[in-house]
């Protein structure tokens, strides 16, 4: 991972550069990120995964490369967004489905958005908290070293948020949100911790984070899969309908259930722009096993045949 410096030097370049010569850069940073052997095997996979077939050598080079300018484009225009004005970032955001964002704010019970690392969703919480007005916290995972999670945290607090990192204190400090009508924001397509429910996600076992169905059954606040692409030369997000978070039985049965019409909303959502999906890490158990890597204990019980 870049160190401290990195970044700071990106965000600077990003803010001093026009941005027409900004996006080349981010272009030639997509390929220098694109060099991780690694990197570039994972998301091969997950284009495979969702497009449902085998690639050619041909069209998983070129698909695999646009995805990584993708992921430099987002990091170009997240550095940006604290010189642009309030104009600027509401004509370059379009949406589906807000209104459901403003009907749970306007009863005074917050929303939960759960996003795949997908597009640029920071441009999308930025303009809730400066053209709405709307209080925004994100639940974010903790980077190494310490001193790249407080920049990161300083930079996206910059940008109207209330961070929390995922850790002990998330759980309170959501419910808290939540409560006091703010708008949680929750990347869930990636079971960090390894502590969340099994799921069937393109057409595999995985784990997804619990939190997000756990909270909505606990609180009574709406679940909205959400996602944020690049389209059209534009931004646009895209809220789903809310999931059916109606208690029926136990609340770990109802968690799983949630949780897994969750994974099928992020297959619909993923499904839009591929390309856009900057997933990096192994997700599922034959990603470790392709990647020489050892399955982790959460995932081993999912592993079937031979990748």
Request: charged share 25%.
């Amino acid at each position: 991972m870049p160190s401290v410096s990195a970044y700071r030097a990106g965000s600077l370049l990003a803010r001093s550069l026009p941005a027409s010569v900004g996006s080349v850069a981010s272009r030639l940073a997509g390929v220098g990120a694109a060099a991780s052997t690694r990197r570039r095997r994972v998301v091969a996979r997950n284009l495979s995964r969702v497009l449902g077939r085998k690639l050619s050598p041909i069209e998983e080079r070129r698909r695999v490369a646009r995805t990584f300018e993708w992921y430099a484009r987002y990091y170009h225009e997240s550095f940006r967004l604290p010189d642009l004005s309030v104009e600027e970032i509401d004509r370059g955001f379009g949406y589906e489905g807000v209104g459901q964002i403003e009907e749970a704010c306007a009863r005074g019970q917050g929303p939960i958005l759960a996003l795949p690392h997908l597009g640029t969703w920071e441009w999308a919480a930025f303009w809730l908290a400066l053209v709405p007005g709307y209080k925004v916290t994100a639940i974010v995972e903790p980077l190494e070293p310490p001193e790249l999670f407080e920049w990161f945290v300083g930079f996206r607090e910059s940008l109207g948020m209330n961070i929390v990192p995922l850790g002990p204190d998330a759980a309170k400090a959501s419910i808290n949100a939540l409560k006091n009508g703010e708008i949680l924001c929750l990347l869930a397509d990636r079971d960090i911790p390894g502590t969340g429910i099994p799921v069937e996600f393109f057409g595999e076992t995985t784990t997804l984070p619990a939190g997000p169905a756990a909270l909505a059954l606990r609180t009574g606040s709406p679940l909205l899969p959400t996602a944020v692409y690049w389209r059209d030369g534009s931004r646009f997000g895209h809220v789903r309908p809310a999931l059916d978070t109606e208690r029926r039985g136990r609340l770990r049965d109802d968690i799983a259930r949630v949780t897994q019409d969750l994974a099928r909303e992020f297959e619909i959502l993923i499904s839009e722009a591929p390309e856009q999906w900057h997933l990096l890490q192994p997700n599922w158990p034959s990603d470790y096993v392709a990647l020489g890597l050892p399955v982790p204990d959460h995932l081993a019980p999912f592993l079937v045949g031979d990748d």
